[in-house]
């Protein structure tokens, strides 16, 4: 599964971005996608995660719960995410991340889970 982010850029606090991942190959309905974010020196964090069919299953980290939104369009085949009310300690590197039989179930937030990563791209929020 290819991935390939974009949509990231600098935006002063209280902006707004929204994030791409466009998915070169079919999509499966158990199919688990996510975004996460990295800055140096930390971990990579889950973000949002969703089964690309399902619109139903939508799982968000606490920090960001209220202020973004993820999404797909079947017919691009791409995943967004929706990034509003941004804040400083949103800056970070963000990938977009696809779990297709990785058998390593830890979460739906976990990076662990997911075997399929974008190249990320960058969001500066000041």
């Known amino acids: 599964v290819q991935l390939v982010e974009s949509g990231g850029g600098s935006v002063e606090a209280g902006g707004s971005l929204r994030l791409s991942c466009t998915v070169f190959?079919?999509?499966?309905?158990?199919?688990?996608m996510g975004w996460f974010r990295q800055v140096p020196g930390k971990e990579r964090e889950g973000v949002a995660s969703m089964y690309y069919t399902d619109e139903r299953k939508k799982t968000y980290a606490d920090s960001v719960k209220g202020r973004f939104a993820i999404s797909r369009d079947n017919a691009k085949n791409t995943l967004y995410l929706q990034m509003n009310s941004l804040k400083p300690e949103d800056t970070g590197l963000y990938y977009c991340a696809a779990d297709r039989g990785s058998g390593q179930w830890d979460g739906p937030l976990s990076p662990r889970t997911f075997n399929y990563w974008g190249q990320g791209t960058q969001v500066t929020v000041s």
């Open positions: 190959d079919a999509m499966y309905e158990s199919d688990l």
